[in-house]
Each structure stands twice: as structure tokens, then as C-alpha cells.
């Protein structure tokens, strides 16, 4: 089965810093791939997503993502945080409808 | 307002208790879930129901038992938990086929004592 992995469990940034959050998985086919966001006390909600074509995805609130199939990578990133961004996020993989979740990445971005 | 509902948000039961999770999507979606959600682990998918048929089952205990009446609503009844049942579960719907982008619902953090 494959699996998600999110190397960083949690990371502690100042504002304006820069972000970078790791996701590998291990499906070597044809994958669709996702970051979710969970603020505190709220649902989990999409950032952004890859299904084809340019590797390099934006998302919402200026989050954005790069495809590295060589790498079986997802990262997200963003170039300056804001206190807003607290939160856990979450790297998802849908290979063959089966849809995995990495363990999450707590930001805590101080103000 | 994310279009999946979850009832109750937060839950405490005894071992010994049933109790019910509900969910319910307004997003015209064919497929729901269920997912536990522990502290420091992935997302566990429990349950996939596609035009209210279970097509996936995770190897779930049975005092977990799923019902989908329609595709609007899922349900999760609850009977016998253990403490390591304590968690935060989350229903989520998705258009049937195609790369299944989820729509969560808030969650419904259970504690058994």
C-alpha cells in the first residue's frame, strides 16, 4: 500500500519568514495530489491541488506547490508567513481512488 | 459553512454506551467518508460508501458499523468503544469517480471513558 510522509512535525517560523513543507509518498504510478489546511477548531479545507499538467500549482492565500516526480515529492510552499497561517497541514495522495494522508505539519508562526 | 455537517461535535460515551455519528452533505456528492483523525497520525480512513454502497472497509472494528441510507446522509453507530476509540471523526463527501477532491465536515471529537 502506498504511504504519505511529512517529515517535519512541527515548525515554528516569525512572520515574513519563508516556508517550506516536505511531502514524499511512495505510489510510483499516476497520482493526484493534495494539501489540506486545518486552522484551530475548524474542518479541514483544500490549499491547493495537482491533478496534470504544470507542476508547479497555486493555491489560495498565496500557498503554492511544486510536482517533482523524480522525487515522489509534493512540497508546499510560501514566501513570507503570516500569525494567520497556524495551523496543521496535511499532504494527501489519491493513487487508484485510494486517497492516503500524511501525519501533518503543525506551523506555528509567531507574531 | 462547509457544506458537510457532522452531528454531534463532541460526544462522550461510556464503554458500554451506543451512540450514533451523523453526517450530512448538501454538495450534491456521490461518495461520503468516514476518517479518524488521532493525535500525531495519519488520517485513518475507516469507511467509503459511492451511491450508498460500502466499497471500502479498512479493516474496522465491528463496534464500529457504518449506515448509508441515501447519498445525502452517512451514519456511524457506535457500541462497545475501547478509550483508544477516543478521537476526532471526520465525515467527508466527494463527487464519485475522477481524483476525489474531499469536502470535510468539522468533526465529531469523541471521548470514551
Known amino acids: 500500500a502506498q504511504s504519505v510522509s511529512q517529515h517535519n512535525h512541527h515548525v515554528i517560523l516569525s512572520e515574513a519568514a519563508s516556508l517550506e513543507l516536505g511531502c514524499n509518498y511512495s505510489y510510483g504510478g499516476t497520482v493526484n495530489l493534495f494539501w489540506y489546511v486545518q486552522y484551530p477548531g475548524q474542518h479541514l479545507q483544500l490549499l491547493l491541488k495537482y491533478f496534470s499538467g504544470d507542476p508547479l500549482v497555486k493555491g489560495i492565500k498565496g500557498f503554492e506547490a511544486e510536482f517533482i516526480k523524480s522525487k515522489f515529492s509534493f512540497n508546499l510552499r510560501k514566501p513570507s508567513v503570516q500569525w494567520s497561517d497556524t495551523a496543521e497541514y496535511f499532504c494527501a495522495v489519491n493513487a487508484r481512488n485510494d486517497m492516503r494522508f500524511g501525519a501533518g505539519t503543525r506551523l506555528t508562526v509567531k507574531p | 459553512e462547509t457544506g458537510v455537517t457532522q452531528t454531534p461535535r463532541h460526544l462522550v460515551m461510556g464503554m458500554t454506551n451506543k451512540k450514533s455519528l451523523k453526517c450530512e452533505q448538501h454538495?450534491?456528492?456521490?461518495?461520503m467518508y468516514w476518517y479518524k483523525q488521532s493525535a500525531k497520525k495519519p488520517l485513518e480512513l475507516m469507511f467509503v460508501y459511492s451511491l450508498e454502497e460500502r466499497v471500502e472497509n479498512n479493516s474496522v472494528p465491528s463496534r464500529f458499523s457504518p449506515e448509508c441510507p441515501n447519498s445525502s446522509h452517512l451514519f456511524l453507530h457506535l457500541h462497545t468503544l475501547q478509550p483508544e476509540d477516543s478521537a476526532l471523526y471526520l465525515c467527508?463527501?466527494?463527487?464519485?469517480?475522477?481524483?476525489?477532491?474531499?469536502?470535510f465536515g468539522e468533526g465529531s471529537r469523541l471521548t470514551v471513558l
Open positions: 454538495l450534491g456528492h456521490n461518495a
Open positions: 467527508a463527501s466527494s463527487p464519485s469517480g475522477g481524483p476525489r477532491e474531499l469536502f
